[in-house]
């Protein structure tokens, strides 16, 4: 596989956020084919490093811990950098807590994967390994996080992308162009 955008373009990671079902991981992986750079999804690392599953951790430990979790790789990432970039999924509440908001600006180019939540209701509609949306009224629950997080996204995003009715290979290329433009422009 030859990427069409190398990996030497970039320096530094893509951070993909929004809420689940936003597209994350699915954008995630057509970048790092685009790209060259690995993927690293967060939510993976962690349930490995741990052993359990999110729903595992957060029904034993609590939402708190997992959070406290995500913090650590976060400044882990930040204070041992690969000499690689990747392209990094996150947690859709790693903004949650403002250290993380800083840690994902020092550490990359951050894109707010911005989706209707009609269109995560959709997405999210088979999912039981969600801790979050186990309860009752998924659609209040979708809205109360994303009226809770709309404004840490955006304050902690360099690119904000509305990808409601826009094609995955679409949003791809315009946030490798984004990321593209600000690297060359923050080298």
Not at 4 to 29: A, D, F, N, S
Not at 57 to 72: D, P, S, V, W
Not at 115 to 143: C, F, G, I, W, Y
Request: proline letters at 5%.
């Amino acid at each position: 596989m030859n990427p069409t955008h190398p990996i030497e373009t970039y320096g530094r990671p893509i951070i993909l956020i929004g809420l689940m079902g936003c597209g994350k991981t699915t954008v995630g992986k057509l970048i790092s084919k685009r790209t060259g750079m690995p993927l690293l999804d967060m939510d993976s690392v962690i349930e490995e490093q741990v052993g359990k599953s999110i729903p595992e951790i957060f029904a034993q430990e609590g939402e708190e811990h997992f959070r406290t979790l995500e913090t650590a790789l976060l400044q882990y990432l930040v204070d041992k950098p690969s000499g690689m970039p990747a392209v990094i999924s996150t947690g859709g509440g790693v903004v949650k807590r403002p250290e993380n908001c800083k840690l994902l600006r020092r550490l990359g180019y951050v894109v707010w994967l911005n989706v209707s939540v009609k269109m995560l209701l959709h997405r999210t509609a088979r999912a039981n390994n969600r801790p979050l949306l186990q309860t009752e009224d998924r659609e209040a629950t979708l809205r109360r996080l994303l009226d809770q997080r709309r404004y840490l996204y955006a304050t902690t995003a360099h690119l904000r992308m509305n990808t409601t009715h826009v094609e995955v290979g679409e949003v791809c290329r315009r946030v490798c162009n984004a990321a593209e433009k600000y690297f060359a422009r923050h080298h």
